[in-house]
């Protein structure tokens, strides 16, 4: 994400990448962003105690795990009505309808993953219909209707 956010600036797109979350990878990450020059435009935030916040001031929910089980945090921008990139972690691929809520890059590839971005943000039309199909698609994965279900199940 921050070779992402390079190509962002370079292509004068001004932009604030947020990651959140700590590891073992905090110097290197930090190391990247001053090799690049990008301090203005990448803020390592560390373990933070309310995403809720980071989500609200978001435009644009950004994932590069290339490992995920369901990802939860996907769900959680989507709920907060945030257009989503991401990578393909495998475990993730049921959360994007591709076009719809966001898109899925399928290979680790910088500039496919910048264009995909500037895609949603230039057509604020298309950023707009995607905000609103996020946040339906989240709401499937709310605990009432999953509650809902099963009383259906077993009443």
């Known amino acids: 994400l921050i070779d992402v956010a ?3 600036a370079d292509k004068g797109v001004v932009s604030d990448l947020k990651i959140v979350g700590g590891g073992q990878d905090y110097d290197m990450l930090k190391q990247r962003i001053e090799t690049l020059e990008l301090q203005q ?3 390592l935030c560390g373990n933070v105690d309310n995403v809720e916040v980071y989500l609200h001031e978001s435009d644009m929910y950004v994932h590069s795990s290339l490992s995920e089980a369901l990802g939860l945090t996907i769900i959680e921008a989507m709920a907060a009505g945030l257009p989503v990139v ?3 972690g495998r475990g993730n691929r049921d959360l994007i309808v591709q076009g719809k809520n966001g898109y899925m890059v399928y ?3 910088a500039e ?3 264009d995909r971005i500037l895609e949603i943000w230039n057509d ?3 950023y707009c219909q995607m905000s609103a199909f996020a946040q339906d698609f989240a709401q499937q ?3 009432k209707p999953y509650v809902d279900r099963l009383l259906e199940l077993y009443c």
Do not use: C, T
């Open 112 to 114: 496919q993953f910048a």
């Open 6 to 8: 390079k190509i962002l």
């Open 141 to 143: 994965y709310d605990i």
């Open 86 to 88: 991401m990578l393909d």
């Open 124 to 126: 604020k039309q298309k």
């Open 107 to 109: 290979e680790q590839n």
């Open 41 to 43: 435009n990448v803020l």
